[in-house]
């Protein structure tokens, strides 16, 4: 398409030629077998990837050096017994001119928790915040031996087909901390001044390099920030990179974060800005003469392109947006933009959905396919039905959707103007989410969905349109606690004031310090308002790591004032009273914002029983729970209509 000619020049990466300027970042995805071997679940993923048209594919940072520390179901690159599998992953990435690299990492103290006998090496000793062990220094044979298994990895790489390699020297692995002054306090060769804590990685690169050739590609991917006191600092990086690229490196990629503690930089969330990483790259690619590749919230092609010809990088790097939508750099080319499933940077699916019971494998939250294209197929059906979904929030869009996509007759319900749902109140205030409710507005008017704006379904409704089936999407509204004061004309809804539906008082205290009460307590004190939360648990229990970390750093920087652990006594006319350290104490408020939760709208799913010959009820409408649910939901009833009698899901979901 025109406008992105930059996107789909090729470029040069040492001996390796790219056919375009669009590189896969490594994303550890957990779909490795248990001995970090490929698993068809791994191809299947990575080959959807490169039918979408990316250029080169970086494998996620793999496993060098046994035993353990690592989370489980990582990728392994640590004995000749994974090249066979590796081996057939990089022959199918041929057949598509997609170039392959893999990451090489030691991951050091990430992923220690998961062994807690384990003692990682570091190079000090001190206190591992996440698991409270003591680390212990690491010695020099263990630095020469860790530089020589990234060269017996790189060899195996080499064997197992692979154009390159990626030295992993960011986020917190074994050789950043070695780099960073924060952690790295040895006073031997390998601590004190830059030069000698860039030691250890310059030896690796320089050996590698060594060993693999010229036509072998060897690039690191560095930190350009920590985002951390006394962490590193883009001055550090800029003196840094000069001397991994006279070590050997034939390009570098310039990240930023630490995985346990600036973790919101690491993966950007919805409060960073788009691109928010490539001043870093910038900064380095002044200082040096191989190729820089930058990422971090770059899925949108104009600023891409932008940053391209403005000669602020060479290469743009995605990752979380590959995962929602697989094809994005063949929509881009094709100018099918508003075909683009969005990535909204929630870290729901990928950062924060590593439960055991699924392997602790990575998903997407708006793409429910992403980790199941080997077993997935859209199947269409031989009887077309005539359903009804009703509720048009994230749930009824996606189940909608799908069921049109198979074959059946569908109508969407809702009894507002605009579909959305609570989505819409994320939206309001947060304007770039509602790319997702675009997207699937426009799926479901592609997919020839009847949609039925202001449209309050009732049981009337209902038998007069004698549908097959009935799908309740009909989401949730917000609870209220049962205090004295509640009725009190200070107390307001969070989703109003989040809506702009009501004004807040100059004082204001928000009970619940969930997503919710965290957003609105932000969104009130940028606007100058004086602002406390209230919690009976910490604030932000439940909420994902990388938001937490990131919403607290804004209610920090916003002067809110917290109250975990205390509990609500009641709302009076000044404000209320709450018992924390067992003391009654008055918090004085004009206004009171309620944010503690929902409860589900499903009044009718109970007059509907019995009256249907299929009723099933999805997303919040059956429990409120976040946008994952709603969507991996709607998704799930979208494939199961009509649902066999023995799928089980019955039972879940059947009114
Ligand atoms: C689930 C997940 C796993 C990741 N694993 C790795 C990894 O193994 N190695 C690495 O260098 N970066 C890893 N990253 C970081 C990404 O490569 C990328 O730098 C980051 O997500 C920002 O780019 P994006 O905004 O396009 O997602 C991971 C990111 C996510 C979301
Ligand atoms: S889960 Fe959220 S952040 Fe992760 S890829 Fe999907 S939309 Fe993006």
Not at 71 to 80: R, W
Not at 390 to 419: P, W
Not at 471 to 494: E, S
Request: hydrophobic share 40%; charged share 25%.
């Amino acid at each position: 398409m025109s406008g992105f000619e930059k996107l789909f020049e090729p470029g040069r990466i040492g001996s390796v030629n790219l056919k375009n300027r669009l590189i896969m970042e490594p994303i550890g995805t957990r779909y490795a077998d248990s001995y970090g071997h490929i698993t068809e679940r791994y191809k299947y993923f990575l080959e959807e990837r490169a039918k979408g048209g990316i250029g080169l594919i970086i494998n996620e940072a793999s496993r060098m050096v046994k035993p353990l520390p690592w989370p489980p179901f990582n990728l392994a690159i640590n004995d000749d017994k994974c090249i066979p599998g590796l081996l057939e992953l990089t022959r199918t990435m041929k057949k598509y001119d997609t170039k392959i690299f893999i990451e090489l990492a030691h991951l050091g103290i990430i992923g220690s928790e998961h062994d807690p006998n384990l003692v990682p090496a570091a190079p000090s000793a001190f206190r591992y915040h996440v698991t409270g062990v003591m680390l212990r220094e690491m010695t020099r044979d263990e630095i020469e031996f860790v530089v020589l298994k990234h060269v017996e990895a790189a060899l195996r790489a080499k064997k197992a087909g692979y154009d390159g390699v990626m030295i992993d020297v960011a986020h917190g692995t074994l050789l950043h901390m070695f780099l960073s002054p924060r952690v790295n306090r040895r006073i031997d060769e390998y601590g004190g001044s830059l030069e000698k804590r860039c030691r250890f990685t310059c030896d690796a690169i320089r050996r590698v390099k060594e060993e693999v050739g010229n036509d072998f590609c060897v690039i690191v991917r560095m930190s350009g920030e920590d985002f951390l006191d006394d962490g590193i600092t883009i001055q550090d990086a800029a003196n840094q990179a000069p001397l991994f690229v006279k070590a050997g490196a034939d390009g570098l990629d310039i990240s930023a974060g630490v995985f346990h503690i600036s973790a919101h930089m690491f993966t950007p969330t919805l409060l960073q800005e788009e691109g928010c990483r490539v001043y870093l790259a910038t900064a380095i690619k002044k200082v040096v003469n191989v190729p820089i590749i930058t990422s971090g919230k770059l899925h949108n092609p104009v600023l891409a392109e932008k940053i391209l010809r403005e000669g602020k990088a060479d290469f743009i790097g995605l990752a979380r947006s590959l995962l929602a939508d697989p094809q994005l750099p063949n929509k881009i080319r094709e100018g099918r933009l508003e075909e683009i499933r969005p990535c909204i940077y929630c870290n729901l699916g990928c950062r924060h959905h590593q439960i055991p019971s699924e392997g602790f494998r990575v998903t997407c939250n708006v793409n429910p396919i992403c980790g199941i294209e080997g077993e997935y197929k859209l199947i269409k059906v031989k009887t077309s039905k005539k359903v009804m979904v009703i509720g048009g929030g994230l749930a009824g869009m996606e189940a909608a959707i799908v069921l049109a996509q198979r074959g059946h007759r569908v109508s969407l319900y809702e009894k507002e103007n605009e579909l959305g749902g609570q989505w819409n109140t994320l939206a309001s205030y947060r304007p770039e989410v509602s790319s997702l409710t675009n997207y699937l507005s426009r799926e479901l008017r592609k997919s020839g969905v009847q949609i039925q704006n202001n449209t309050q379904v009732d049981i009337q409704l209902v038998k007069k349109l004698q549908p097959d089936a009935v799908v309740i999407a009909t989401g949730a509204r917000q609870k209220l606690p049962d205090v004295p004061g509640i009725d009190g004309k200070t107390v307001v809804l969070a989703n109003d004031v989040l809506s702009g539906k009501v004004r807040s008082g100059k004082e204001v205290v928000v009970i619940g310090g969930g997503l919710v009460g965290m957003e609105t307590a932000t969104f009130l004190g940028k606007q100058g308002h004086k602002v406390s939360i209230v919690d009976i648990v910490d604030i932000g229990k439940d909420v994902g790591y990388t938001l937490k970390e990131a919403l607290l750093e804004e209610i920090i920087r916003n002067g809110i004032y917290l109250y975990p652990n205390a509990v609500l006594d009641r709302i009076t006319e000044n404000g209320l009273t709450i018992i924390i350290f067992n003391e009654t104490v008055l918090l004085k408020a004009d206004t009171i914002v309620i944010a503690i939760g929902s409860v589900s709208n499903n009044m009718l799913c109970q007059e509907l029983k019995g009256l249907v010959p299929e009723l099933h009820v999805i997303g919040d409408s059956l429990e409120p729970r976040n946008s994952l649910a709603a969507i991996h939901e709607g998704f799930k009833i979208g494939n199961l209509i009509p649902a066999p009698v023995d799928s089980g899901f019955e039972e879940t979901l059947r009114g």
